[in-house]
């Protein structure tokens, strides 16, 4: 599935970050049985390619899988040998982005400024990871966005959860990283499913008041 397809029916992406590669599976069904169509393994997790091996294998074409904390080109290359199809990063890091662009990868750099978010674009970077995002607010992307270009999807990651999802929305993020709000290593997967039921309930929200991205009625019915 496609990083774009899988935000338009529901723009939140799930963190895995600790997994272990024994449940990674358990707890990417339950992301997708709760509507959520996008993950990533950071690549500070146990063992993190084996559990890309793992979820890529049951989910390819019905979820976009990525990973994070990717700091270097050499990663790259191994996630998408691994089949992920997004790249994500706290950082801005030019070669780290032109290189998941070789590779046919979506990249979502971290920035913080209006310099490092046109840095990052001019790598060819089109989903920028507003990071931390609790650090800098809803007022700081608000002025950003009057002038980052349009197509730049704004993530807003780090401190975000279900209850502020809102703020974020209306001032122009495009896309929303839960962590520890949806995923923390060791809990079981039934509390995964909780955590993930009420976020997508969150999105489901806001998509419904921009309807022509909303593709939410699959969502609902349990498709892809």
Not at 18 to 33: N, S
Not at 125 to 150: E, S
């Amino acid at each position: 599935m496609k990083l774009a397809d899988a935000l338009a029916e529901c723009p939140v992406v799930a963190i895995l970050r600790g997994v272990r590669p024994d449940e990674a599976v358990g707890h990417a069904e339950a992301l997708f049985q709760s509507g959520i169509r996008a993950l990533e393994v950071p690549l500070n997790s146990p063992e993190p390619i084996d559990s890309l091996l793992r979820i890529v294998g049951a989910f390819e074409g019905r979820m976009a899988i990525g990973a994070g904390t990717v700091l270097d080109s050499n990663r790259v290359d191994a996630v998408a040998e691994a089949g992920g199809r997004f790249i994500v990063s706290p950082n801005t890091d030019p070669a780290v982005i032109r290189r998941a662009v070789e590779l046919g990868l979506d990249p979502a750099p971290g920035f913080a400024t209006a310099s490092e978010a046109f840095v990052a674009y001019g790598a060819g970077a089109r989903h920028l990871k507003l990071f931390p995002a609790v650090t800098y607010g809803a007022a700081h992307l608000r002025q950003l966005k009057a002038v980052l270009p349009a197509d730049a999807t704004v993530w807003a990651v780090g401190g975000v959860g279900p209850e502020s999802l809102v703020e974020w929305w209306a001032a122009g993020a495009g896309a929303f990283g839960l962590g520890g709000e949806v995923y923390r290593a060791g809990q079981s997967v039934l509390e995964t499913s909780e955590k993930a039921t009420r976020a997508v309930a969150s999105a489901l929200v806001l998509l419904s008041r921009n309807a022509p991205q909303a593709r939410m009625t699959r969502v609902r019915n349990g498709g892809s």
